[in-house]
Nanobody, 122 residues
Framework: QVQMVESGGGLVQAGGSLRLSCATSRPPYGTGVMGWFRQAPGKEREFVAAIRWSGARTYYADAVQGRFTISRDKSKNTVYLQMDSLKPEDTAVYYC???????????????WGQGTQVTVSS
């Protein structure tokens, strides 16, 4: 089991920035990947970004490439998602995920956070 606590969501104007945090009770097992996904109302959950705990290789969805940055702090067992140049279409509930079973972009993770709301106004 892993405990995950997300924070950092909120309301921001278009063009603004937010940083999400996901504190976990242990580093990821298996593939050693942690990820961020999001789900907007009426839409399916979609991949945003992921990171390998060892080596810090990163993965991004095309929609956020160049605007979002995922990072991790091993000493704190925490993953971050820095979101810059936010757009109204980034509005969604953002979920942290741990222990990917397959590819980082697939929503096949063992553990999920409770989600944090991000709202971008135009």
């Amino acid at each position: 089991q892993v405990q995950m606590v997300e924070s950092g969501g909120g309301l921001v104007q278009a063009g603004g920035s937010l940083r999400l945090s996901c504190a976990t009770s242990r580093p990821p097992y298996g593939t050693g990947v942690m990820g961020w996904f999001r789900q907007a109302p009426g839409k399916e959950r979609e991949f945003v970004a992921a990171i390998r705990w060892s080596g810090a290789r990163t993965y991004y969805a095309d929609a956020v490439q160049g605007r979002f940055t995922i990072s991790r702090d091993k000493s704190k067992n925490t993953v971050y998602l820095q979101m810059d140049s936010l757009k109204p279409e980034d509005t969604a509930v953002y979920y942290c995920a741990a222990d990917a079973r397959s590819t980082p972009e697939s929503p096949d993770y063992d553990y999920w956070g409770q989600g944090t709301q991000v709202t971008v106004s135009s």
